[in-house]
Nanobody, 125 residues
């Protein structure tokens, strides 16, 4: 089973930018970013398919966040621009192996069988 490790979290002011990274111990997985704020359920931020050419974004981050992957390095990135206080959360990368190679968009936790430990993002007003 692949192992995931996030990095790059921190504190920024409204309007600032952060870039999160997730290092995977292997390749060939469908990947996603989730986030969870205190007292709320974990929510899907976005997904990316195996080639990196297909992405999905939650409406709340569309136009501000960009997901990318480097299959040569087995890394997943999340570029976050124009950050807002409501983006404050623990951010998690998630992975699932799909034998068909066809990645579906799923906001359900149970779809993703491997999770990183999370990295905290705090946006102050």
């Amino acid at each position: 089973q692949v192992r995931l490790a996030e990095s790059g979290g921190g504190s920024v002011q409204t309007g600032g930018s952060l870039r999160l990274s997730c290092a995977a111990s292997g390749g060939g997985y469908c990947l996603a970013w989730f986030r969870q704020a205190p007292g709320t359920e974990r929510e899907l931020v976005g997904t990316i398919n195996l080639s990196g050419m297909g992405t999905f974004y939650a409406d709340s981050v569309k136009g501000r966040f960009t997901i990318s992957r480097d299959n040569a390095k087995n890394t997943l990135d999340l570029q976050m621009n124009n950050l807002k206080p409501e983006d404050t959360a623990m951010y998690y990368c998630a992975a699932v192996f799909v034998p068909s190679g066809f990645c579906t968009v799923s906001a359900a936790d149970r779809t993703w069988d491997t999770w990183g430990q999370g990295t905290q993002v705090t946006v102050s007003s």
